[in-house]
């Protein structure tokens, strides 16, 4: 006997339910049979979906907020009402629509998941998002402010410009279907539905049509629609949005059908006069009654409201918060980046892939603790000996490391400062007006700014320093320290600084419990060494790597025990890829701090405890700079370089809120380092908000620097979204800018594979083979193997890869080592060489990577499961598949999950249990990012393969439309990509559409015109083709 409640089977005997203790009629049977027409708070429907509440309630239904208890989400459900759901043409009609609907991925669209039937009723759960409905708010508020009206709706022609652009049109566009979250972003429900829902009204009985008030003309007249049609519906939500009215209004909706064909809209203007003319042209166009007159395209809609926008002032203006990224959200398998940013905020290279530049951004906003920030800027040589230009910034650089001990104040990096004058057109500068200083105050988002001078008095150096308030003009009570040389100068910093800290009122308990190390110490004893070090910061700043490199050497050969330097060179060694060298100056800075701590200051001591943690040791040891990090945080909240470490970390467990915050605190207080700013878009571009990651890039271009890095960023994210001709304008700019980095070719051969030129991309990387530089190097065998894998031709990438694995191994690269060997075990995958994949498997295993390590070991051990069951070693997969779940369960990355119900619905696939393969599998999906590289494709192989083996042709159908659609994802998974065609052509043959199966299996044969010799689906796909030709 099943329950009603929890649907728990109990015996027929049962009085009471044994799960939930719901008394059992004995007619329970008969009540099951009974098409449910509510549910109630607490009941656990279909026996996943825990009700929290009702959302409200229409045509179509009910909707409930509810638990998923099986993947641990609140989502919504909609209960179609029974008489609805027993028409079976709506129901067969409305299951098409949603698998089109579901292939909608937008911020701005609400996700449909998928259409169920339990306790004989049908549901359709969706995503839940938690607000208001647009026609809600306009209730409770009249008319919209301009600004809020002009934000909902661009961010609905973004959602519409998404799904028209995949064929998808809603028919049923209104306010009741637009919900608008806390933060003003707003989401478009019900795709899919109004096309599947008939209703008697208009013109006869069983004519579908939308709701009378929001249908377009040709809607009135059941005739076809098109995109053209949502057009109009929009132009019907502007017009109320603006003036709270819907422009036609009658008693039926016959009448109201009638107007809409043939009357026309009374002007907004006159019923609004505060709406700016343009707006009202727009909404009028919208109207009109022909479809040809109105705009073509949502987006030219979104064009003409972004330009009415721009003249707006700026109080008016609204932009959508980040939303809580907590639904279903997960990282990207792409190689991890590997970004080290120096000690006081170095410029630094992300590993293999890009180089990144220091540089400014503006912050307006105090700081949140409210401590003083001070800008310390270059000082004024009036030596008039230029052999000691190199002190305008040596002076500068030891007080921002003095200062910078400090726990009660914040000091711009000596990066930070770089950028803000170099922003500023002031770089080269060492006096300054009072204009210049309130610029600087402005651009680093500092109260207080020092700057000064040095010069000689007969055998004496003197320095002269001046602590200001620039925006009042007020100038503090002026500093002089005087020394022999240099060397007899450097130790007297502290009395400078210690004056500057009674200036800025710090009481005399904080001036007595503050941090105050020698100056001389740590930094160094030695004004030479010293001066190599601030030489060697320039080139570094400049992206120069082995000139710092060389200055470095030389001052640790002057002062052996200079920990700052050995950190540094840490940082650049690893930017060049020299990581022998890397490990080797990080354990002599370790070995230091450990035996010599009174040479480095504790602030910049808690961020290497931090750093090392996490950039040198595996994930489970992460745990321990997450603790560092919030004991630092305590004391220095809003430093940049504890705040980015924390990010990293996040990102890489997939806390995507956390790193979001983290991100957000590096960039709003005085972090100047490129690569916050492109992981934030990468966080954005994982919970799948493209245009609030193109509106981070463009804000770094636009307020930092157009430079080259920021124009490959932006061209990504174009390539990711399907915007070739706007990623083309990106990389030309990017190679204007910096026409012999390496990073353009490696981006243009990028957009090459995406446009389909194979042969010139191929062209494009093999040029990167033959560079001397090794990120240079990497990225072309890296985007070569991604190549041929595409094209077939995994014979000769073995060839090129396999001595690869072993010059790495020599060159002490281990991280490229292994990732050489898990190719070369894929690769052997593909081609059936099970055997040589598997001795692959176990050298990926066995080298240790690092901070990777564990991350790349979950990897391998997933392979490895999936070798064994392209070997009909199914007992040896599961055993493996429980070794990985042990495996996951020991990490911070729980989310990595998805590996093992990847391989456990590979493995049920191959024991033919369909139903729990889907179950394992679409679980999977569900945890999956969008991210730089769109969502896996190895899993939706996997889930399209099950839906075609259990004869559910359309849903593999769907899966493997998805994957022929991806972007950028294709450069990652070629081999899925290409033999997607190949299974849409099987798909099209068994439904008799002999012109579709004809035109896949030709795409599948023209990027398999080289494969190997031996793939089966080559010839296959030949005959198949011939046939179909007769």
């Given amino acids: 006997m099943k329950c009603p409640k929890c649907q728990h089977e109990n015996p027929p005997e049962s009085a009471y339910c044994g799960k939930c203790a719901t008394p059992l009629r004995p007619n329970v049977t008969e009540t099951l049979q009974t098409p449910i027409h509510e549910l109630t708070t607490g009941q656990t429907f279909a026996g996943r979906y825990q009700i929290i509440e009702e959302l409200g309630h229409g045509g179509m239904g009910r909707v ?29 009609r409305f299951s098409n629509e949603l698998r089109l609907a579901r292939r909608i991925g937008h911020r701005n669209v609400c996700k449909m998941f998928d259409i169920g039937e339990a306790a004989g009723a049908r549901f359709i759960t969706m995503e839940y998002v938690h607000g208001e409905d647009l026609k809600s708010m306009i209730h409770m508020s009249g008319s919209l402010s301009l600004g809020m009206l002009l934000s909902v709706a661009k961010q609905v022609c973004e959602g519409l410009a998404e799904a028209h652009g995949l064929g998808v049109v809603h028919r049923d566009l209104k306010p009741q279907n637009i919900m608008i979250d806390k933060n003003g ?84 203007k006159e019923l609004n006069p505060g709406l700016p003319d343009d707006l009202s042209g727009v909404i009028l166009k919208c109207l009109e009654k022909d479809k040809a007159k109105r705009y073509q395209s949502a987006s030219d809609v979104r064009s003409e409201l972004e330009r009415i926008e721009k003249g707006l002032p700026t109080t008016e203006k609204i932009l959508p918060s980040a939303r809580s990224t907590s639904r279903q959200i997960t990282v990207s398998f792409s190689p991890k980046k590997i970004i080290v940013p120096g000690l006081i905020g170095l410029a630094v290279v992300a590993a293999g892939i890009v180089i990144l530049s ?41 007080l921002i490391m003095d200062l910078n001990q400090s726990r009660f104040l914040d000091v711009l990096t000596d990066s930070d400062i770089y950028g803000v004058l170099k922003k500023l057109d002031l770089a080269d500068a060492s006096a ?4 210049d200083l309130v610029r600087i105050a402005d651009e680093g988002g500092a109260q207080y700014t020092v700057n000064g001078s040095f010069l000689k008095a007969g055998d004496q150096i003197v320095i002269n320093a001046t602590c200001r308030k620039p925006h009042s003009r007020e100038g503090l009570s002026p500093v002089q320290v005087a020394g022999g040389n240099f060397d007899e100068i450097m130790p007297k910093i502290r009395e400078i600084t210690r004056k500057i800290k009674a200036d800025l009122n710090l009481t005399a308990t904080q001036l007595a419990a503050d941090v105050d190390q020698s100056i001389g110490d740590i930094a160094s004893p030695s004004a030479e060494a010293w001066a190599y070090y601030v030489e060697s910061r320039r080139h570094h700043f400049r992206i120069e790597y082995a000139d710092a490199i060389r200055l470095l050497r030389k001052a640790v050969a002057i002062d052996p025990e200079f920990i700052m330097a050995y950190w540094a060179l840490r940082s650049a060694s690893q930017n060049i890829l020299d990581y ?68 990293c970390i996040f990102g890489d467990i997939e806390e995507w809120d956390e790193a979001l915050k983290h991100y957000e605190k590096c960039i709003s207080t005085k972090f100047r380092f ?69 990073s353009n070719r490696v981006l243009r051969a990028s957009w090459l594979v995406r446009k389909g030129d194979l042969a010139e991309a191929e062209a494009a990387y093999r040029a990167l083979v033959g560079e001397k530089t090794p990120a240079a190097r990497y990225s072309g065998y890296r985007g070569l193997g991604n190549l041929l894998i595409l094209e077939g031709r995994d014979r000769e990438l073995i060839k090129i890869v396999a001595p690869l694995a072993e010059q790495f191994k020599k060159s002490g690269l281990p991280d490229l080592e292994r990732t050489c060997h898990e190719s070369l075990a894929r690769a052997y995958l593909i081609s059936g060489r099970t055997e040589a994949a598997r001795n692959e498997c176990r050298k990926a295993f066995a080298i240790d990577t690092g901070n990777t390590d564990f991350g790349n070991k979950r990897s391998v ?170």
């Fill in 861 to 1030: 051990i997933h392979l490895r499961g999936l070798i064994h069951l392209a070997s009909n070693r199914i007992d040896e997969a599961e055993i493996t598949a429980g070794e990985l779940k042990a495996f996951i369960e020991k990490g911070l990355n729980k989310k990595a999950i998805r590996l093992y119900d990847h391989l456990m619905g590979a493995i049920e696939l191959k024991r033919k249990n369909f139903s729990r393969a889907v179950e394992y599998l679409e679980r999977a999906e569900r945890s999956l990012p969008y991210g730089r590289y769109e969502k896996a494709a190895w899993i939706l192989d996997t889930l399209a393969l099950t839906y075609f083996s259990s004869g559910d042709l359309e849903k593999a159908r769907e899966k493997y439309e998805h994957i022929t659609a991806l972007t950028t994802g294709r450069l990652s998974y070629g081999d899925i990509y290409a033999r997607a065609f190949y299974r849409l052509g099987q798909i099209h043959e068994k439904l008799g559409d002999k012109a579709k199966a004809r035109e896949n299996y030709a795409k599948f044969l023209e990027l398999w015109k080289d494969a190997d010799p031996g793939f089966s689906e080559v010839e296959d796909a030949r005959k198949r083709l011939e046939v179909l030709g007769k």
């Fill in 580 to 647: 022998p060298e890397a490990r080797k100056y990080e354990a002599k800075a370790l070995e230091l701090i450990q035996n010599r701590p009174e040479r480095i200051s504790e602030k910049d001591r808690n961020v290497i405890e931090l750093e090392h943690y996490y950039w040198n040791r595996p994930e489970p040891d992460w745990a321990k700079s997450l603790e560092a990090g919030r004991k630092n945080l305590a004391l220095y909240p809003d430093h940049p370089r504890i705040n980015y470490t924390m990010a």
């Fill in 64 to 92: 409930y907020k509810v638990h998923d208890t099986k993947v641990g989400e609140k989502i919504a459900l909609k209960l179609i009402r029974p008489e609805v759901a027993s028409d079976k043409d709506t129901i067969e």
């Fill in 674 to 742: 490129g690569a916050a700013y492109s992981q934030i878009a990468d966080v954005y571009r994982a919970i799948n908000m493209p245009d609030k990651a193109q509106e981070v890039l463009e804000k770094y271009l636009r307020e930092i620097e157009n430079n080259a890095f920021g124009r490959r960023e932006l061209a990504y994210l174009h390539l990711g979204q399907n915007r070739l001709d706007l990623a083309a304008k990106e990389l030309e700019a990017a190679e204007t800018l910096a026409p012999d980095d390496y």
């Fill in 432 to 435: 300054y007006s009072t204009a």
């Fill in 185 to 268: 972003n707003a989401k478009i429900m019900d795709f899919g539905i109004a096309r599947s829902v008939r209703e008697k009204g208009i013109t006869g009985p069983s004519v579908m049509i939308g709701t009378p008030e929001y249908m377009s003309p040709e809607q009135a007249e059941a005739k076809d629609v098109n995109h053209r049609s949502d057009i109009y519906s929009l132009g019907v939500i502007l017009y109320e949005m603006a003036t709270s009215r819907v422009p036609f209004e009658g008693e039926t909706a016959l009448s109201v059908a009638m107007k809409h064909k043939g009357e026309a809209p009374r002007p907004p």
């Fill in 358 to 398: 220091v540089l400014p951004r503006k912050r307006i906003a105090t700081p949140a603790s409210a401590r003083p920030t001070v800008a310390v800027v270059n000082f004024e040589n009036k030596t008039g000996d230029k052999a000691l230009d190199n002190w305008s910034t040596g002076i500068r650089d030891l």
